[in-house]
């Protein structure tokens, strides 16, 4: 754990410059439009460590597979979002020597990412080598209301002398991917082009034929003094560069505007492609610095306006709770269902910018509840894009009859990842694809989407389970042999409690969504039982499974068991074990891991989460306090759950200890691994903590259901739910509770069981 | 499966060029002689499908792992033994035009196994595209006499012209490994030397500094007289040659003999290395190739005469036999106890060469009983030798106090396998290295071996048993979690019988051999007693141990269980399965197999193969008639266990089925593998089957013991026997049995449960 950073309520601080943290600040201070993103890299040169990143959102690269040990069913590629072409490059030199600040004194160094307005600023003195002193100062932001825009105000002041400063700004695109499986270079140059202020390159990925352009346009200053100096232009191989020798005097202001455009041919024709980068820069600059800003502000404002969380007395929760809510609105707008959330969003290589089940499980709620129905629905439409391609994923592992199993990670529906004990074994993300559709209808009571999209989707998913059981004539019930569960600390391990729960909750929500079709949309269920060929005897046989399902316990101890066989296990709990010990995963083989009780993230009590209404407060107690001790959280993705269920049983204690966790998880670098980049999907899972664990928030019965707790920690708090319509922000202090409707919708809800109604632009108030 | 071989009792014999073969023809072909081997490549240059193969016994380099998803405890690297020099290389260029098969004409082409004196002939005519034909005999052997000499002679005669033919003897060191991971070349060359009619080509690994060096040297003759024709020579990077141009007509006979020396810095020092080999080949070709080739007779007549199994009326099994014996004699003579045997020998690179449990468990017998009691010793003390490298590999796995996990697969002791299923769980083979330490004393008699050896190796690997296993509140008992069996088609599985049963059979070992020594060497035992630190606490955690191990089983069916769990599973018999999913290895996905009832291999019958005395017949019966229709030996080393079992029941018809399922699994290519090179270790397995099978071979307490059966295929078989000093030929026929003591050694034996005791040189013979 290193903490560096500075607490503010609304910005991330860094606060003099010290190299071995650069790779983290990178990840930390990344900008993100949802449509590309980008670590927060240096504009001029710098020698020192640091992983070069920005990323177009939805062009990839099938990357072949690297694997020690074939197995069959393995995939071909690992599908991995691009590197690309680095366009917010500015070299600088001095009198001859270049500015780098790997070999230079460096002073007075910041470095600030504005959450609320949505820009990254660096502040610095460097004295050169040759003991020339500058001042720079460098504001930058990819636009939010501009999808392909990113844009630089790069401010550069002689401080001790006079002389000449060589300005060049170029697109870089001969990039390669760190994590190259074969160190292979992905890109190829299509066209370039540069002259005087101006210049592009357009590349194409070796295979699938992406197309990307960056088109830039810059403008030069000098104490505000528009420039028209004389420019070289150069160009190799995908670079292009211009440079301007610029004589100025101590204390001069040199301004370097830099208006990049970067598109890709998902959403434009190859044909166009340069045309329309080039005009889309030209736009750009014509707007100006200025309005951009004033732009990328009142976009960031509206964001806020809808998804901000306040904490008062509390001030590291406060930066840590907006960081991630900022994070997750830089990485995904839901504008276009083709878009999926990568585990590390725009701010590193990790995880190959792919799909998870993060997105199902973590990621929904927040969007459900900050932004409008489109965004959370488009999630759900990539899956049901997807659904041929999970159909042909499970055909290859030898399943039939439109069985689906959706892969553990993706780009365009297949399959990437290759290790057996996940790749095949945790099908449990299948479970929560179809929970995702349930907890959108749920949310939104959008319940159309059943007939149009849900259904198919949901009875793939049915079938797979249903072939993916077998009956054990020992136990006379239905087992599921050979799966991984949600805690990876365990594999191929028989009954998993959750994969069989989910298995068959899936199958039972898809009986109810015919039936409901049946009795409100005859016209399109018969369509539906049509083309999916559902027969009464496939729901007989489901039925069969749903009545016969075998769920390890101890009854004892009157908890659900991880699997089968987890009693045989040593059992010890984390407070008893040696410091020396964690985290296990680097301290100890893969077999000991295996072999101990230890879980690595909520499994059971993910479950018992997703499945709350079916299960009393005491088995959720009984479960929390068995399992949460075993718990060492080494996914980002496990003290979420226990904050919400630890709410839920009210150890408001415990859950605040967990949110804590999840919360500053990479402003704090809690698990030495932020340099590669931010744990954005587990920032959703903050957000779900926060609001379903101390707000309480449910949606039951299409109803609004709050319940909301206060650690002692705080002064109050108040968040924003957007909820079929409305948007209310709930503010919460040890005796009160003020509801404030702000829109014109009527919302009833339910607040510690009991009914309230409140009209639009009202407020409801509480005393606890 | 391909039958393209002829059959004969002695030979292996391909008729006719077909090219397509040349890759399983290159492995079955092969010749070695324990210290070398080599792939029956082509003298001549050949275009067509070619796996080029030469390999130096011991001399490997640690080839960079490979693996997509890193696991703590995976090493490093995987030894692979090194493919070497190209010694056997004489070009043959005729008028200008290269002979080279793969573009000419092939008439009259054979290629000869002679396995009674160990060689290989080739013969061919070949048409050129210019027209020209030539008839060529190659005659090759590898010296089991002088360990690093082979010997070509080539002959070539013109047969429908007068000509020039040009004859090119090189050595060629610029190979590289067809399994390199990243591609890698692994020799460097240091020293090259060459003038008429010698030269030779040091080599170095890029690591471990491994040394070999290849002196060739040869002679011409025409018509029988030897030619002095002047020679060009040539050299590049780690390659030498000489050319001779010669005249000849029509009829003439041109031969080449290649005398070549292969050492390494194994063996000799690397300053006197070159010296030494120029030094050997000198040595050779003074000899002569004649004279070599009769003590090549004489050497192989002695590996027969201890070795040889004769089977009368079934010459595809005669054949099958022998070809077995021979290629085991080939791999290992027992000389040095740092070697060990390949999965493939020296027929091609998959495995890497390398060390696993095959040896103890399948290649020690055939030892035993065939050749010197030193042979097997080596084979133990290789073990013995690496006992530090197995109790720091547990070390890294979190184990303490000297206990010891030997590896799955290794070259000198460290681990080089990476699949944690395997490299981690497949713990079982610590049993079986523990079992060879039983099994070469009860055979041999040599109880020394115990205090001198034994016992180090036994207490590692029993205190890793106790260590490995945990105490089970709820079973109270013991439990082994987290494993993989013999049978890999089960992967992490809790409480594999075999293994829990064979960790206790070491555990009660490891004491009983401790008593032997209190009571017969106690000076020894208060040696080892002190260095190892045994103390009675210890001995009697390992009797508590003992005494409360979980075993699973099947009380109604009266079985033994796989592992936990295995009666979940869907039951079906592989008789019926379609057979277009057989087999399953290439047709099911991973998860499939590993969720299904089917068997790659023995694994409870296993343990009851090894353990025998343990379990009455009908237990045996009862398991192997339960799980022998689950198994699809998918593993070549599954039907000799099931042979031997079959026997042992009495089932002879299966016995003989299992039998021909091992027997000609090369020479069948049953496996459609064998391109890659031959399943050596499996052929002890065919040799296991065949002794203790059908020959009811087995000691028990210093008695040799017999119960032979006979196939009704056969009219007869024989078999040698090698036992504590004394030469035993078995003769069976249906109604006959007749033992002949070749030595003047008495011996006593009991066959179907009757003593006898045969004076030297004495024939016994009973009625059935």
């Not at 290193?2 to 609304?10: A, G, M, N, V």
């Not at 592009?200 to 830039?216: E, R």
């Not at 298995?503 to 969504?513: C, F, G, H, P, S």
Request: hydrophobic share 35%; net charge negative.
């Amino acid at each position: 754990m290193k903490q560096y950073l500075k607490l503010d309520e609304w910005n991330i601080i860094e606060e003099g410059f010290n190299p071995e943290n650069n790779e983290i600040s990178e990840s930390i201070f990344s900008l993100g439009n949802g449509f590309m993103g980008q670590r927060a890299n240096f504009e001029e040169e710098y020698s020192g460590n640091s992983l070069q990143g920005s990323y177009i959102a939805g062009v990839y690269f099938p990357d072949k597979t690297r694997v020690g040990w074939w197995k069959n069913g393995y995939p071909e590629y690992f599908a991995k979002v691009l590197n690309s072409t680095n366009w917010i490059g500015i070299n600088i030199v001095i009198d001859g020597e270049s500015l780098n600040l790997g070999e230079c004194e460096v002073k007075n160094f910041t470095r600030i990412l504005h959450m609320k307005e949505g820009y990254l600023e660096r502040a610095f003195n460097a004295i050169l080598k040759n003991g020339k002193e500058i001042r720079v100062n460098s504001k930058r932001f990819i636009s939010m209301a501009r999808n392909e825009i990113g844009t630089i105000k790069y401010s550069i002041s002689p401080i001790n002398f006079d002389g000449c400063i060589e300005i060049t700004p170029y697109l870089d695109g001969d990039i390669i991917n760190k994590d190259s499986n074969y160190d292979e270079k992905f890109w190829l140059e299509v066209l370039k082009g540069v002259k005087p202020y101006e210049g592009y390159v357009m590349l194409k990925t070796k295979k699938l034929d992406f197309n990307i352009c960056s088109y830039m346009r810059f403008d030069i200053t000098k104490n505000g003094e528009k420039l028209n100096t004389s420019i070289d232009t150069f160009q190799k191989d995908k670079y292009i560069s211009n440079t301007a020798k610029i004589d100025c005097c101590k204390n001069d202001e040199i301004v370097v505007y830099k208006y990049v455009a970067n598109t890709s041919s998902r959403y434009y024709d190859i044909d166009t492609l340069r045309e329309v980068t080039e005009d889309l820069s030209l736009q750009a600059q014509n707007a100006g610095f200025q309005t951009l800003f004033e732009e990328q502000v009142k976009a960031w404002d509206e964001k806020w306006t809808h998804s901000d969380i306040i904490i008062k007395g509390d001030v590291e929760a406060q930066q840590a709770i907006r960081f991630n809510i900022f994070q997750l609105n830089q990485t995904y707008t839901g504008q276009d269902e083709r878009l999926n959330i990568g585990p590390k969003g725009f701010t590193g290589e990790k995880y190959g910018g792919s799909t998870y089940w993060d997105t199902e499980a973590y990621c929904l709620p927040f969007y459900l509840s900050t932004a409008e129905e489109k965004v959370s629905k488009n999630l759900l439409l990539y899956r049901y894009k997807q659904l041929d391609k999970a159909i042909e994923n499970a055909e290859k592992l030898g399943f039939t009859n439109g069985s689906a199993l959706y892969p553990m990670v993706t780009m365009n529906g297949e399959e990437c990842h290759n290790e057996w004990e996940i790749t095949f074994e945790e099908i449990h993300r299948n479970g929560a694809i179809a929970y995702g559709i349930y907890n959108y209808v749920n949310y939104t009571g959008d319940k159309s989407y059943l007939g149009e999209y849900g259904l198919d989707v949901l009875v793939g998913i049915s079938r797979f389970w249903a072939q993916r059981v077998n009956f054990s004539t020992g136990k006379n019930k239905y087992v599921m042999l050979g799966v991984t569960g949600p805690n990876e600390y365990e594999n191929n391990v028989n009954n998993n409690w959750y994969t069989n729960t989910i298995a068959t909750w899936t199958l039972e929500y898809t009986i109810d969504v015919i039936n409901y079709l049946k009795e409100n949309d005859i016209k399109r269920f018969n369509e539906l039982e049509n083309k999916l060929n559902i027969s009464p005897e496939e729901l007989e046989n489901w039925q069969h499974i749903i009545e016969n399902m075998y769920y390890p316990e101890d009854k004892n101890l009157g908890v659900f068991l991880q699997q089968d066989g987890y009693m045989d296990k040593e059992q010890v709990l984390v407070k008893d074990l040696d410091s020396k010990h964690l985290p296990l995963n680097q301290k100890w083989s893969w077999d000991r891991i295996l072999r101990s009780c230890f879980i690595k993230q909520a499994d059971v009590l993910q479950g018992l989460y997703f499945l709350e209404d079916r299960y009393n407060i005491d088995t959720v107690k009984r479960n929390f306090e068995f399992y949460e001790p075993r718990t060492v959280h080494e996914s980002s993705l496990s003290p979420c759950i226990h904050t919400i269920l630890a709410s839920k049983i009210g150890n408001v204690e415990k859950a605040y200890e967990m949110y804590l966790r999840t919360a500053r998880l990479d402003l704090d670098n809690y698990n030495n691994d932020t340099c590669d980049g931010c744990h954005t999907t587990s920032m959703a899972g903050t957000w779900m903590a926060f609001v379903q664990g101390f707000g309480g928030l449910r949606v039951k019965n299409d109803k609004l259901i709050l319940n909301p707790l206060i650690p002692d920690q705080w002064e109050g708090y108040s968040f924003k739910v957007m909820y079929r319509g409305s948007l209310l922000k709930v503010d919460v202090t040890s005796n009160n509770i003020d509801i404030n409707n702000e829109t014109d919708k009527e919302v009833l809800l339910s607040i510690y069981d009991k009914n309230y109604t409140i009209k639009g632009y009202e407020t409801l108030n509480i005393r606890r």
